[in-house]
Each structure stands twice: as structure tokens, then as C-alpha cells.
């Protein structure tokens, strides 16, 4: 599986952004999707996931600095996923990471995640 992150950029505080992240593999509607971001000295922290629940229903969580702001979805036919940013923060700066696992059911952690994008830098000025 490979993972291809975009959308990342400069907006100011208060503006909103979309990521998006292209994946290939044949069965990527059973995948595991998620969010990560981080920033340098800093360990990688859970954004968002989203993971299939039945038919067309998806499980979604967020990190609490983010719920509320922050959107994740996707599309399965065009194998992508996508992160909603409104209302960014300047704390929200950080390298984001698309990840994936060959499996059902949420997560936040990075250990649970096979599979890694190469990242997309958002910065947030005031």
C-alpha cells in the first residue's frame, strides 16, 4: 500500500484547509485510515481516524484538541481520504501524516498503523 499526502500549506489562524491522501490497494475499503501530525522534537500524536463500521457506515474519532475543528472522510471508490481543517490554531502546525492498516477498527496509536504516507507541512501564522 502506498500512501500519497497533499493539500498541506500556509494559512492563518482561523482559515480552514483540506487534506487529502491517495492510497492504493484492492481492498482499501476495509482499511484502517487515519491522521497523524508532528512536529520536530515531538513524537507523532493521533489526529483523526476513521475505520468501516457496516455498509456504509464508518467509525470516526478525533484527538480532543481537534473535535469539533477537524473532519475526517473518505472516499472509497477514488481510494482517498480526507482531513477537513477549520478554524486552525497555531498549535495545529505540524507535518501531517496519512496511515493505513490492513484491518478494522479505530486506533490513535502509531504502532497500529502498517502503513505511512510521506507527510504534508501545514503552517498556521497569526
Known amino acids: 500500500v502506498q500512501l500519497q499526502a497533499s493539500g498541506g500549506g500556509l494559512v492563518q489562524a482561523g482559515d480552514s484547509l483540506r487534506l487529502s491522501c491517495a492510497a492504493s490497494?484492492?481492498?482499501?475499503?476495509?482499511?484502517?485510515m487515519g491522521w497523524f501530525r508532528q512536529v520536530p522534537g515531538k513524537e507523532r500524536e493521533f489526529v483523526a481516524a476513521i475505520s468501516w463500521k457496516d455498509g456504509m457506515s464508518y467509525y470516526a474519532d478525533y484527538a480532543d484538541s481537534v473535535r469539533g475543528r477537524f473532519s475526517i472522510s473518505r472516499d472509497n471508490a477514488k481510494k482517498s481520504v480526507h482531513l477537513q481543517m477549520n478554524s486552525l490554531k497555531l498549535a495545529d502546525t505540524a507535518v501531517y501524516y496519512c496511515?493505513?492498516?490492513?484491518?478494522?477498527?479505530?486506533?490513535?496509536?502509531?504502532?497500529?498503523?502498517?502503513?505511512w504516507g510521506q507527510g504534508t507541512l501545514v503552517t498556521v501564522s497569526s
Open positions: 496511515a493505513a492498516a490492513d484491518m478494522a477498527g479505530l486506533s490513535t496509536r502509531v504502532g497500529e498503523y502498517q502503513y
Open positions: 490497494g484492492r481492498t482499501f475499503s476495509n482499511y484502517r
